[in-house]
């Protein structure tokens, strides 16, 4: 590799765009790159103070402009974070495959979770599927809501029977479970699987089919208040739960263990049938990260335990050893692709043998997966029916595979001059493209639904495959190592700079920024809970730095009390950075009211504060 400056090459790759980015540090940083590596052990013991002295030491920024520029913040990163250039791997999936948000200028901080599909997928399948009748292309960014990739069926049936006796459910479903299966995994043997509206969905159900009538306890270990937890409590108690929460340290939120222990041991519970523990190994407002060791302390006290996974981030279900820690039930739940409407569905995990507890109950919530017919378009001028064109698609054979652009109609063998019949039923499924013919397709069979994909710009068929999630093969090929370390350093370099702003002639100091949760550590999570406040000391509310941000496309969740961020797997360096700077613009005390009287200006609804 030819040796390059860091900053002719990181000005084309610290964004994400770069589709085959690579750095290299400059002659000064070299010494930092020739240390031995430090072991494992030692690197999680020194991060956070190595965190602290490298970036910005001694260091605080009263006001916006003192910023150093995302070139220059890019560089001081790198040299503290060497290893950083290592996941070079997601800069090109995210350039491939999530180009949208760096075309956008859109910085996804929203939610935190994993998607099934890519953004490449959706668009290409709009392309192939709505042939344009203009020379326009389709939408850049068709939103999930306005092109789903499927829809949701919602089923009134009653949880227990539906785990035992199974359902009627399509190919796409099938198959779409059985990918989710495997990138947990979770085994079939020893869990069943029911698919819900959301992750709130999951909790009801659970709370509406579990014995409290003899199991009275529930008890709950979260760290922010959460609508899916709450739903649950008020269920349960309507059927005569007793509800307990664990109790956390405060700004800090640690979990009071003490306390905890005691609850979960308690004498008093003479029982042996001590009741739910609902439990978390990820808080998905703070990034506080929860010993699993709990559930086992749980379980020899004779709890049932739900472990919500939904916040566990990509490729930690491999760590996590269900085998040694089964719970009787799990809670995840999955969007359709990153960067669009968030939406998706739940999924809840009964063990096998704790179906059998579940009493029957039949509550709204449980749902299945229909192909989207708008998006398996088939042309009305197609000949036989959609059964037997289905047939003629699984007849064809893969001779070749041509590169295109351009809209794609769909179509049945027709008979060519001097043609039999029968040779018409021999022949390859033609997939017509700009007049040309290309025989090399993948496609869902469901019913009368069609699902045809593209990679790239080539048509391929896949026999052995009925459904690609994309985005779930990436996490699958880039590994929990990689994965978790890009996180590590964007929320750990985040949490650093946010702590450096304060508020300028004050006569006592103000930091702006106010951090619960844990701060700089090696072992956190990708997301974290903040507040703003003024150079008086009052805090910001919530709701307006996230309308601010969204004007500024930078997209952030908002709790009761506090600001929440997440860092997705694709989210790079850059997107860490424009927070950041977002964020400091509160150290002008002006600000809110400057952005107040633009927005009227513009003839836009005025921000209510």
Request: charged share 25%.
């Amino acid at each position: 590799m030819q040796s390059t400056s860091t900053r002719e090459v990181t000005e084309l790759c610290f964004h994400g765009c770069c589709p085959t980015p690579f750095f290299t540090l400059n002659e000064a940083d070299k010494s930092i790159a020739a240390k031995p590596r430090n072991s494992s052990a030692e690197n999680r013991r020194t991060f956070a103070s190595t965190t602290s002295s490298s970036l910005f030491p001694n260091t605080e920024f009263n006001n916006p402009d003192s910023l150093p520029s995302l070139q220059e913040a890019f560089d001081q990163f790198i040299r503290t974070y060497p290893n950083y250039t290592e996941t070079y791997q997601i800069d090109e999936i995210r350039a491939q495959e999530y180009y949208n948000l760096s075309l956008s200028n859109h910085v996804c901080l929203d939610y935190i979770g994993i998607g099934l599909f890519s953004f490449s997928q959706l668009h290409n399948q709009l392309s192939l599927t709505y042939p344009s009748t203009s020379s326009s292309p389709p939408p850049l960014r068709p939103h999930s809501s306005e092109f789903p990739v499927f829809h949701l069926s919602y089923k009134s049936v009653n949880l227990k029977n539906h785990l035992l006796e199974g359902g009627n459910e399509s190919r796409l479903e099938s198959a779409i479970k059985k990918r989710i299966r495997e990138f947990l995994n979770i085994s079939e043997d020893d869990y069943s699987v029911v698919l819900t509206a959301n992750r709130t969905s999951a909790f009801r159900l659970v709370a509406e089919s579990y014995p409290f009538g003899s199991c009275k306890k529930l008890l709950t270990v979260y760290d922010h208040d959460s609508e899916a937890v709450d739903t649950m409590i008020n269920s349960s108690e309507k059927r005569g739960a007793q509800a307990m929460a664990a109790e956390f340290t405060w700004p800090r939120l640690r979990i009071q263990s003490s306390k905890l222990r005691s609850m979960i041991t308690s004498k008093r519970m003479i029982s042996k049938k001590r009741g739910l523990f609902v439990f978390q190994l990820q808080s998905r407002v703070t990034g506080a990260r929860y010993s699993y060791q709990w559930m086992k302390v749980a379980q020899e006290h004779g709890w049932h335990i739900l472990l919500d996974a939904c916040a566990v981030g990509p490729k930690d279900m491999d760590s996590l050893g269900l085998s040694l820690f089964q719970p009787d039930f799990l809670i995840c739940s999955f969007y359709k692709v990153f960067g669009e409407n968030p939406s998706g569905f739940g999924c809840l995990f009964v063990k096998k043998s704790a179906i059998s507890i579940l009493e029957t109950s039949t509550s709204a919530g449980i749902v299945s997966i229909v192909s989207a017919r708008k998006l398996f378009y088939l042309p009305e001028e197609s000949s036989g029916t959609e059964t037997e064109f289905e047939q003629e698609l699984e007849l064809g054979g893969s001779s070749s595979s041509n590169s295109f652009s351009g809209p794609i109609s769909i179509q049945a063998p027709t008979m060519e001059k001097g043609e039999s019949s029968t040779s018409v039923r021999n022949k390859d499924t033609r997939v017509k493209i700009n007049g040309q013919k290309i025989s090399e397709i993948e496609v869902i069979d469901e019913g009368s639904d069609l699902f045809v994909e593209r990679r790239s710009t080539v048509i391929r068929r896949k026999r052995n495959s009925l459904v690609e999630c994309r985005c779930l093969d990436h996490i699958d090929a880039l590994g929990l190592s990689l994965v978790n370390s890009r996180s590590r350093y964007l929320v750990n370099w985040l949490i650093n700079g946010l702590t450096k702003l304060q508020h300028p002639n004050a006569e006592r100091a103000v930091p702006l920024v106010k951090i619960y949760g844990p701060k700089i550590k090696f072992d956190r999570g990708p997301a974290l809970a903040f507040n703003l406040f003024d150079w008086k000391g009052e805090k910001v509310e919530p709701i307006l730095i996230q309308k601010l941000a969204d004007r500024k496309s930078i997209s952030l969740s908002y709790g009761i009390r506090v600001v929440t961020a997440a860092f997705g797997f694709i989210a790079t360096f850059a997107d860490a950075y424009k927070l950041w700077a977002f964020v400091a613009q509160f150290l002008d005390a002006d600000f809110v009211e400057k952005e107040r009287w633009r927005y009227t200006a513009l003839n836009q609804t005025t921000i209510e504060i």
